[in-house]
């Protein structure tokens, strides 16, 4: 009787077609994931929204961070050169001194605009704080700004002091700040790309 | 009797389950500047090996917990991969000509399935699997196309990354208990 079955068994089987293999896709060894109800599904939606936010403000602080260091890489050469002029030796022609002042305001604005898009940024994402390339464009933008708002206000008061012994002093500490802005603004642009 | 032919005809097919005890799944981007790598030892995964030689794998981790040492980069890769509405990265396939338990290394291919970003593509991935301890190792690499998967290549500098990534894993199966 049981050979009987097992012949039935066999022969059943050979008789049958050899039953098609799944596609991988069909194979679910894992258990599948809880399928996320509608309030779930809702704010992954609108996580992602803010992440594509996030993402095209960032493009643009990008774009913005390389504006930047240009016009304050000029500004600081119009500055060199002002100072040069007035102080070096130059015969105080003034020449330099509006393209300095231009590209100055130029470079606060897009320094202040760039820092916004990234402030303002939506960050819905919890991230690890750690000491890494992020973190050291960070601590030298943060250092750039005190530089930058330094700068603003020691510019203005040494455009003030015209004629008077002190300005010297003035523009020597404010050509000094500037290029420590540049080299902080430099290395927060820099370490990005490592 | 018939109960015994019916028990035997609807049995399911034998075979031996393997989980996943340990791995890592690692991607790699390249940029013109940098190369960044990310790593998961979060993986899950199973095998399930067959007499006729065939295995069928699963293998998946949560895109978030991939990590390049670098937060910023790793929020960029979920923002790119939609990882809130796609949590996971997945590989699904078959193995054949692999009989277990292995005597000795041996190379297969891997006729895979690969779901990424919410997109699928069928992918033939060459699997290095070795005789491990109490079970087995299987290591492979494979490159990819992002735009394939519809991933939005992050950017910087105006120069986008490499179309071309890469993803390699290190995975030991052991016998289910």
């Keep these: ?194 | 009797m018939l109960a015994l032919v019916a028990v035997l005809l609807c049995a399911p097919p034998v075979g031996q389950l393997l989980e996943l005890r340990e791995g890592t799944l690692t991607y790699t981007v390249v940029h013109k500047l940098h190369e960044v790598r990310g790593t998961t030892r979060q993986v899950e995964g199973r095998a399930l090996a067959q007499p006729d030689g065939t295995i069928r794998v699963q293998v998946r981790a949560k895109v978030a917990s991939f990590d390049s040492g670098n937060s910023n980069r790793d929020e960029h890769m979920r923002e790119a991969t939609h990882e809130p509405v796609h949590p996971y990265a997945e590989v699904k396939g078959m193995l054949s000509g692999v009989n277990l338990p292995l005597r000795q290394m041996q190379e297969a291919t891997l006729h895979a399935t690969v779901e990424l970003n919410g997109e699928k593509q069928t992918q033939d991935v060459p699997v290095k699997l070795e005789p491990a301890e109490a079970g087995v190792r299987a290591t492979f690499s494979f490159p990819f196309s992002l735009d394939a998967f519809k991933v939005e290549r992050p950017e910087l500098l105006l120069i986008k990354v490499d179309d071309r990534a890469t993803i390699a894993g290190d995975l030991r199966f052991e016998a289910a208990k």
Excluded: C
């Design chain 1, 1 to 194: 009787m049981i050979a009987l079955a097992v012949t039935l068994v066999l022969s059943l089987q050979g008789e049958q077609p050899a039953p098609p293999q799944p596609a991988p896709e069909d194979i679910e060894l894992l258990p599948t994931p809880a399928a996320p109800d509608a309030e779930t599904v809702a704010q992954q939606q609108q996580l992602d929204r803010e992440l594509r936010t996030r993402r095209k403000m960032l493009q643009l602080h990008q774009l913005g961070g390389m504006l930047t260091l240009a016009t304050l890489g000029a500004t600081v050469i119009f500055g060199q050169l002002n100072y040069i002029d007035k102080y070096g030796g130059g015969g105080d022609t003034g020449r330099w001194y509006d393209w300095h002042r231009f590209s100055a305001f130029t470079a606060a604005a897009l320094f202040a605009g760039t820092g916004a898009l990234a402030l303002f940024a939506p960050s819905p994402l919890e991230k690890r704080k750690r000491l890494d390339t992020v973190m050291l464009h960070r601590i030298a933008m943060g250092v750039a700004t005190v530089g930058m708002v330094t700068q603003i206000v020691l510019g203005f008061v040494t455009a003030s002091k015209g004629g008077s012994i002190s300005q010297r002093d003035f523009a020597l500490a404010h050509q000094i700040v500037g290029f420590a802005t540049f080299g902080a603004t430099a290395v927060g642009f820099g370490v990005l790309t490592f």
